[in-house]
């Protein structure tokens, strides 16, 4: 058996977006299906390819993803960070623009605060607006009944 | 008046009432330079080769013998296995198919003669000497040539079937005669060379971080300093746990994504679904060991 020293690819994984997933070399790959190669080589480039490729990390601070790949045809006028061929079409890695990661993004919904603190606030003015609603019922159903 | 010779090194020594005797002035030097060779032999030889020594305590293999780096199989630290895994005992490896350490030359050591040594189990010695830029050895004992010659990227292979106990390469050619001893590096700096190459992060170790809004946690991981940011391999499909104070899952729905510099790694998990509560410390567990490979 021999030795057969392969170049090593760069792969990524997109999703039904376009929107970058995942970047890794052959050399840390056990199944490409799925994956597409978007560069070849070798040495420490290739070989360990997930911190050369991407300039920024892949996602920001919210993880939303920052990067997509598309063919250059859809995208003439935005600059192509890194260009390849895909089944005999050009495509490129491209950054997503502000606009487009803010789309992506949910906000968080305000969770109520469980802390003894909190809750203690909270048990108070319900106690205040129960006191004022129930001196307001008094005064509705009292009365004098005129003889 | 005989001849008289010094006791240890037999150096022949002048009569100091006989004529002046150049001839055994030079024989004296001669064996002088036979004799510290001799004498001084590996005392300060450097070995070239990382993890070269084959007996099972001092052998290094964070991922395992025959373990994996990412998809290459390695025997141990530093030496790629391609097929049939070694067999490591206390006194020697049998070396199931070829192994093959890689490293960096300078042009000009690469052009300096070197002697290429595997001391074998049996107590034997197999030797050679040459250039590695033009490669010599034998495949079936031991090899050097070049990998990639504008990369300087050298390796040297030992032949598959073997019963090795050490083996290194030394700068410099050398004899039967002065072939040097092995002299083995220490645990201690054969595991700060192999750290350079790989580090495991074990399973399930707490890796600490923050939250960063309700989907979003990240952590950083110092680790000793490596050759070069290294490339991360994680096993996939499995659960991640994080526990916050406030909120503890284990969830297979989440997005992971690493950045490293030779010295740290920085992990991200972005859940598919908001449960965090931003800004809050917390703690990260993976099921699988984290592989951190700058192999060559």
């Keep these: ?147 | 008046m005989a001849t008289t010779y010094t006791p240890l090194l037999e150096l022949p020594k002048h009569d100091p009432t006989g004529p002046f005797d150049i001839t055994k002035i030079n024989e004296g030097f001669d064996l002088i330079d036979t004799g510290m060779a001799k004498a001084y032999r590996g005392k300060f030889v450097i070995n070239k080769l990382t993890n070269s020594d084959f007996r099972k305590q001092y052998f290094i293999a964070q991922a395992g013998l025959n373990g994996l780096h990412g998809t290459t199989k390695y025997v141990g630290d530093c030496w790629i296995s391609w097929d049939a895994d070694a067999t490591v005992t206390d006194e020697y490896t049998t070396i199931g198919s070829a192994i093959e350490q890689r490293f960096y030359m300078t042009d000009a050591e690469a052009n300096t003669e070197h002697t290429a040594v595997l001391y074998m189990a049996d107590g034997t010695k197999k030797f050679h000497v040459g250039k590695p830029a033009s490669g010599f050895g034998l495949q079936s004992t031991i090899y050097c040539n070049v990998t990639d010659a504008a990369e300087k990227k050298y390796y040297a292979r030992i032949g598959g079937g073997q019963s090795v106990k050490h083996a290194a390469l030394f700068p410099g050619a050398y004899t039967a005669d002065t072939l040097p001893e092995y002299q083995p590096k220490g645990y201690a700096a054969e595991l700060a060379e192999c750290l350079r190459y790989c580090q495991i992060i074990p399973a399930l170790t707490h890796i600490p971080g923050v939250t960063n809004s309700d989907t979003s946690f990240g952590a950083k991981y110092q680790i000793a300093p490596m050759r070069i940011a290294p490339s991360v391999s994680i096993a996939s499909g499995k659960s991640i746990s994080i526990y916050t104070g406030d909120y503890s899952a284990t969830t297979e729905k989440y997005t992971l994504q690493y950045a490293t510099n030779p010295s740290q790694i920085t992990l991200s998990v972005a859940l598919t679904a908001g449960s965090f509560v931003a800004y809050k410390p917390g703690m990260l567990t993976l099921p699988v060991d984290i592989v951190l490979s700058a192999d060559l």
Excluded: C
């Excluded at chain 1, 390819?49 to 993880?63: F, H, T, V």
């Design chain 1, 1 to 147: 058996m021999g030795f057969e020293y392969k170049p090593y690819g760069v792969y990524i994984k997109t999703d039904t977006q376009n929107r970058i997933t995942s970047i890794n070399s052959s050399a840390f790959l056990h199944d490409v299906s799925g994956w597409m190669k978007i560069d070849e080589g070798y040495g420490d480039r290739y070989h360990h390819a997930q911190g050369n490729y991407l300039p920024k990390p892949k996602m920001d601070e919210r993880g939303i993803l920052r990067y997509m790949a598309a063919p250059v045809a859809e995208w003439p006028e935005r600059e192509a960070l890194h260009r390849f061929t895909n089944k005999g079409v050009e495509w490129a890695v491209y950054e997503r623009t502000q606009e487009e990661m803010d789309a992506d993004y949910t906000p968080p919904v305000a969770v109520p605060d469980g802390s003894m603190e909190g809750l203690t606030k909270e048990v108070a003015a319900l106690r205040e607006s129960n006191a004022q609603l129930q001196e307001a019922l008094d005064l509705l159903l009292s009365g004098e009944v005129d003889e």
